[in-house]
DNA sequence: GCCCAGGTGGGTA
DNA sequence: TACCCACATGGG
């Protein structure tokens, strides 16, 4: 590991430990918890996948074979609803119709072949994608997202406006290629986004990482100068 | 009442 | 390539 990455790493797994992701008992449960998590709260998630659960269709066959309309009801709090259930169930079919209904099947080919194949499926962008290797296969692939990119542009590491390609490539030659290392990470990134490093007002004050941070040290700044009370 | 959350796909210039 | 928008819930 080199330079600010290996640095960021050190103190996020010093604040915050070992973050045993991802929540999911399967790697189906896994993968639809994926889908399910696009621009929505995880909270939000969990109940949708209880829904599922409850009716029996956190498997590929039964998802795949649920009337759509029993499917968007379950996933409603997952907001997005229709649009989740049909790439749910384009999901589910696909592991049905060519893997056997296995999930474990198909994320035992070779990781670029596999990336390839769920980049194909409708709803299945390039986090999801990765997730879905990553922390359902085991394959060694950096995972970015929102906290990421915001995370990483207050350091000042890259602009606001990266690309996701760019950032992961940043990742992948900074880091080891290991799957374990790369679990870690990103879920401690996520870990610290949520309780530091949100959008609108960040709270830098505790963040293992404000001594690295532009934002933290303007608003450090601006509060003996301009914005302080009195 | 307002903002935002572990994105993706489709459209336009 | 670079933006813009639809999708459409629940919590702080």
Redesign the pocket.
């Known amino acids: 590991m080199k330079g600010l990455f290996e640095a960021v790493y050190n103190r996020l797994f010093a604040r915050f430990g070992p973050q045993h992701?991802?929540?999911a008992s399967t790697p189906f449960e896994m993968a639809v918890?994926?889908i399910l998590?696009?621009?929505?709260?995880?909270?939000?998630v969990e109940?949708a996948i209880a829904n599922l659960a409850s009716e029996g269709l956190l498997e590929p066959a039964p998802l795949a074979g649920a009337p759509i309309e029993l499917v968007a009801e379950l996933v409603?709090?997952?907001?997005?609803?229709?649009?989740k259930a049909r790439r749910l169930q384009t999901f589910a079919r696909h592991l049905v119709q060519r893997h056997g209904g296995s999930i474990e099947a198909m994320l035992r080919g070779e990781t670029a072949k596999v990336r390839s194949e769920l980049l194909a499926?409708?709803?299945?962008?390039?986090?999801?994608?990765d997730?879905i290797l990553l922390?359902g296969g085991g394959h060694p692939v950096f995972v970015v997202?929102?906290?990421t990119r915001r995370l990483f542009h207050r350091i000042g590491v890259w602009d606001e406006?990266i690309?996701?390609a760019a950032m992961q490539e940043r990742f992948h030659r900074a880091l080891p290629a290991d799957p374990g290392l790369f679990n870690e990470y990103h879920a401690l990134i996520?870990r610290a986004?949520?309780e530091y490093c949100?959008?609108?007002r960040p709270r830098c004050g505790g963040c293992p990482l404000a001594s690295l941070c532009r934002t933290a040290a303007e608003a450090e700044s601006s509060s003996g100068e301009d914005g302080s009370p009195r």
Do not use: C, F, H, M
């Open positions: 992701w991802w929540p918890g994926a998590t696009q621009s929505v709260s995880w909270r939000n109940r409603r709090p997952a907001r997005y609803y229709w649009q499926l409708e709803g299945i962008g390039p986090e999801s994608a997730s922390y997202d929102a906290y406006k690309g996701y996520v986004g949520k949100t959008a609108r």
